[in-house]
Nanobody, 115 residues
Framework: VQLVESGGGLVQPGGSLRLSCAASEFTLSRYVMSWYRQAPGKERELVATISSSGTSTNVADSVKDRFTISRDNPKNMVYLQMNSLKPEDTAVYYC?????????WGQGTQVTVSS
């Protein structure tokens, strides 16, 4: 069971990135998927969540109207579209899959917003 994030990098303030989360050795369709982030010296925080079917989403107030979570179950992928990025969005972003008592994490991808 493995989750692999990609798409992070260095971007200027106001720019955009799309993070991807790919699953291997299991099917994501039954799992609630979330993106978390952790900035240096801070606790990990929930950024966005999407239901197993993709019909329901929720994003943190700090990223509302800027970030969008989506999923493509046939492709076994989850995405986080990040627009209007700010320096305070700098963090390691993690993908999480959760179903009943099963919780899996990816290794994280670094996002740095700086001029």
């Amino acid at each position: 069971v493995q989750l692999v994030e990609s798409g992070g990098g260095l971007v200027q303030p106001g720019g955009s990135l799309r993070l991807s989360c790919a699953a291997s050795e299991f099917t994501l369709s039954r799992y609630v998927m979330s993106w978390y982030r952790q900035a240096p010296g801070k606790e990990r925080e929930l950024v966005a969540t999407i239901s197993s079917s993709g019909t329901s989403t929720n994003v943190a107030d700090s990223v509302k109207d800027r970030f969008t979570i989506s999923r493509d179950n046939p492709k076994n992928m989850v995405y986080l579209q990040m627009n209007s990025l700010k320096p305070e969005d700098t963090a390691v972003y993690y993908c999480q899959a959760a179903w009943r008592f099963q919780v899996y994490w990816g290794q994280g991808t670094q996002v740095t917003v700086s001029s």
